[in-house]
């Protein structure tokens, strides 16, 4: 069981908006630590998708935002392509633990 | 080109040992702290272990700890994981993955991993 609380699956025509929730507590979100969201495509390394809660790695279309509020967090994927199928990973760091912990993962289908 | 390179994987029986290894290349390695996450086969992602720059402060997650070893060479541009005592649980990818400099705890650069498989 993950610290971080995502959803399993998210799906989404083309062109369509999704949102993938990432609940935390006192103890990681809730303290005020950043969030972070990674992409992993199939049978590949996790890339940085989003870091600071909000901000675009070089490279990363403004298509992919991030937002931070309590003990939680969210990634928004507008416009989506069928490229976006994925599976998406939020991270953050955890005070009673000394240490990152991440989400449980949400796979992302593109109808 | 940045680059991190793990190699060190294979099948080891439970209660053996293992030592990863990870090549940083194309960024000063020894400006960046480094991490250890890893995956096991179709589960999600668990950070392991973390060493600062100079290697004066470590972590482990808890499920590791007291059986792995983090380190790193600066002077070499490399990254360690000795792990020891080894459990079919530990069966996973192993990655080392760079901390941004923008930020604490976001990982920017990662390799393309290594299995280990600890199997009788």
């Known amino acids: 069981q993950s610290v971080l609380t995502q959803p399993p ?3 989404g025509a083309p062109g369509q908006r999704v949102t993938i929730s990432c609940t935390g507590s006192s103890s990681n979100i809730g303290a005020g630590y950043d969030v972070h969201w990674y992409q992993q495509l199939p049978g590949t390394a996790p890339k940085l998708l989003i870091y600071g809660n ?9 298509r992919f ?3 931070k509020s309590g003990t939680s967090a969210s990634l928004a994927i507008s416009g989506l392509q069928a490229e976006d199928e994925a599976d998406y990973y939020c991270q953050s760091y ?3 633990l000394s240490g990152s912990v991440f989400g449980g993962g949400t796979k992302l289908t593109v109808l | ?13 439970p209660g053996g040992s293992l030592r990863l290894s990870c090549a940083a290349s194309g960024f000063t390695f020894s400006s960046y702290s ?7 086969p179709g589960k999600g992602l668990e950070w392991v272990s973390y060493i600062s720059s100079s290697s004066s402060t470590i972590y482990y997650a808890d499920s590791v700890k007291g059986r792995f070893t983090i380190s790193r060479d600066n002077a070499k541009n490399s990254l360690y994981l000795q792990m020891n005592s080894l459990r079919a649980e530990d069966t996973a990818v192993y990655y080392c993955a760079r901390d ?3 930020v604490m705890d976001a990982f920017d650069i990662w390799g393309q991993g290594t299995m280990v498989t600890v199997s009788s």
């Open chain 2, 100 to 102: 941004a400099a923008v």
């Open chain 1, 9 to 11: 699956s998210v799906s």
């Open chain 1, 94 to 96: 955890d005070s009673s």
């Open chain 2, 34 to 40: 480094m991490n250890w996450v890893r995956q096991a």
């Open chain 2, 1 to 13: 080109e940045v680059q991190l390179v793990e190699s060190g994987g294979g099948l080891v029986q």
């Open chain 1, 54 to 62: 909000s901000n675009r790695p070089s490279g990363v279309p403004d």
């Open chain 1, 65 to 67: 935002s991030g937002s």
